[in-house]
């Protein structure tokens, strides 16, 4: 009898453990919403934190009826099952609820990859095709791409402990195919040359960057996915992986505040990869490394004439390449890792197959989203005007508006 009562406190303590760690990545659409808002004009800032709201809205949803099960699945009797299942409350009250914990788990991940999309097409994407994209990146994007990787059917095996390539480098491929379909905002380029577009509120991005690094530590501290197994290694390396972000974002853009909030996002995002197997000062380079390129990463994109409007191609696509690549470099034993489940060919492979799955299949979506909803962007007229009256019929701050 005790021997089972002490298997029932494992599974609660498990629930409890995913149920706690998923929230603080649900924190995380905040900090996005944030940091995502504060990088925009004012006039396009109620647009944001709507897309970071439907971005879960339809997140949820999509979840549960596709993206859950396909992430280990393609057998479309194991749907059927799972959808005979979500009708009733009671095939779920075995082990305390605990598949509907790793489900919310795996939500959280999922709207977390679909909502970077949103930062690198603000200002100019038509809400409605906003959406469906969204909901296309949960559904299927998302969701197939978890079942090629480790998390899911393992067609095509690399360390990759938290999500540096299956939830930031996709996110950010898929935000670059999407960049590229759409076009740059009006009066982003001239004569050839790229001319600054200021955010509205910096003090609000850094804000959403503190958020996210608060969540972060459910993203890579839950990754364990339960109790027994927790790891105080992943949350100094994360701890590390952030302070070497902010650090190297600094002093390659010369103290820029904006840049170094994104860069102590870079950090966190190239640490999940390997973040239970390097060293703390492993940890601390791989930071450094990632929150260096942001700055660099997103000029090299405007010499392309692509309008990255948060960076998030830089913040989650290259610094998850990043993450991911020498993941395989500090995971091993000479350089202080464990090598545990590392090869670094593995790793350099899943990084170039993230690469053309996200930016091929991001072009290629939006495209036929385009076509669907008639138009990916909004008019010149409407742009202009800005996307909070345009689509939503209300400024994010009417007092201003009333002056």
């Not at 100019?124 to 998302?142: D, E, G, M, N, P």
């Not at 197997?277 to 390129?293: H, K, R």
Request: hydrophobic share 55%; charged share 10%.
């Amino acid at each position: 009898m005790a021997e089972v009562n002490i298997l029932e406190l494992i599974t609660q303590l498990d629930v409890f453990f995913l149920v706690i760690m998923g929230v603080l990545v649900f924190l995380m659409q905040l900090g996005f919403a944030m940091l995502e808002g504060g990088q925009v004009r004012s006039k396009n800032v109620n647009n944001v934190m709507m897309k970071n709201m439907v971005d879960w809205l339809v997140g949820c949803v999509s979840w549960l009826f596709v993206g859950y099960i396909l992430c280990t699945s393609l057998n479309l009797g194991d749907f059927i099952t799972w959808w005979g299942k979500i009708f009733s409350a009671t095939p779920f009250l075995e082990n305390n609820g605990k598949e509907l914990a790793e489900w919310f788990f795996g939500l959280v991940f999922a709207a977390t990859a679909a909502t970077i999309v949103s930062g690198g097409v603000a200002e100019r994407i038509k809400f409605s095709a906003y959406v469906l994209l969204s909901i296309l990146i949960t559904a299927l994007l998302y969701p197939f791409f978890v079942y090629l990787s480790p998390w899911g059917a393992n067609i095509l095996p690399w360390h990759d402990y938290a999500g540096s390539l299956i939830v930031h480098g996709l996110g950010g491929f898929l935000a670059l195919g999407a960049i590229a379909a759409l076009g740059p905002r009006k009066g982003r380029f001239k004569d050839g040359k790229p001319v600054p577009i200021l955010g509205h509120n910096i003090p609000m991005a850094v804000f959403g960057a503190f958020a996210l690094a608060i969540g972060w530590y459910g993203f890579n501290v839950g990754s364990a996915l339960a109790l027994k197994d927790i790891s105080g290694l992943v949350c100094a390396t994360t701890t590390l992986a952030m302070a070497g972000g902010g650090i190297g974002a600094l002093l390659v853009s010369k103290k820029d505040v904006l840049f170094t909030a994104n860069g102590l996002v870079a950090g966190l995002v190239a640490i999940c990869a390997g973040t239970d197997i390097v060293s703390p000062i492993g940890g601390l380079i791989i930071g450094l490394i990632a929150g260096a390129q942001v700055p660099l990463v997103y000029k090299l994109l405007e010499n392309f004439k692509l309008d990255d409007v948060c960076g998030v191609v830089a913040v989650h696509g290259t610094a998850g390449v990043i993450g991911a690549i020498l993941a395989g470099v500090f995971g091993m034993t000479a350089l202080g890792g464990t090598g545990q489940d590392i090869n670094i060919i593995s790793q350099i492979i899943a990084a170039v197959f993230c690469i053309l799955y996200g930016t091929l299949l991001g072009y290629i979506i939006a495209k036929i989203v385009g076509v669907i909803t008639g138009g990916l962007r909004v008019s010149e007229e409407e742009e202009e005007m800005g996307l909070d009256l345009a689509e939503h019929k209300l400024p994010a701050y009417p007092e201003e508006e009333a002056m």
